[in-house]
Nanobody, 121 residues
Framework: QVQLVESGGGLVQPGGSLRLSCAAS????????PGWYRQAPGKERELVAA???????RYAASVKGRFTLSRDNAKNTVYLQMNSLKPEDTAVYYC???????????????WGQGTQVTVSS
């Protein structure tokens, strides 16, 4: 079974930093067009950052300049570096990607299980 597994969430004070990781498990050759989304209680899931098909990275206006999406293709892992965190960043964060298996199958719309990020003093 192929899936995305997230880690790195936790409690942090305003102005602090966290790095979220999203690793693809199973026989995966690459994570394609990865992105990060978040969902606060009672709110819809929203885009945080994503790499589009052309290779550019798009960020939500609320996180631009503070968050950075990156990836290590050799490790099949995607990261979200979050700096200057604010209380309004509190949410469950989900990674999302299409996955290419080592045997050539391309799967769409894989989601991680979510990791809680709480920003509070």
């Amino acid at each position: 079974q192929v899936q995305l597994v997230e880690s790195g969430g936790g409690l942090v004070q305003p102005g602090g930093s966290l790095r979220l990781s999203c690793a693809a498990s199973g026989s995966i050759s690459r994570i394609d067009v990865p992105g990060w989304y978040r969902q606060a209680p009672g709110k819809e899931r929203e885009l945080v950052a994503a790499i589009i098909s052309g290779g550019s990275t798009r960020y939500a206006a609320s996180v631009k300049g503070r968050f950075t999406l990156s990836r290590d293709n050799a490790k099949n892992t995607v990261y979200l570096q979050m700096n200057s965190l604010k209380p309004e960043d509190t949410a469950v964060y989900y990674c999302h990607a299409n996955l290419m298996t080592t045997w050539g199958t391309y799967g769409y719309d894989y989601w991680g299980q979510g990791t809680q990020v709480t920003v509070s003093s």
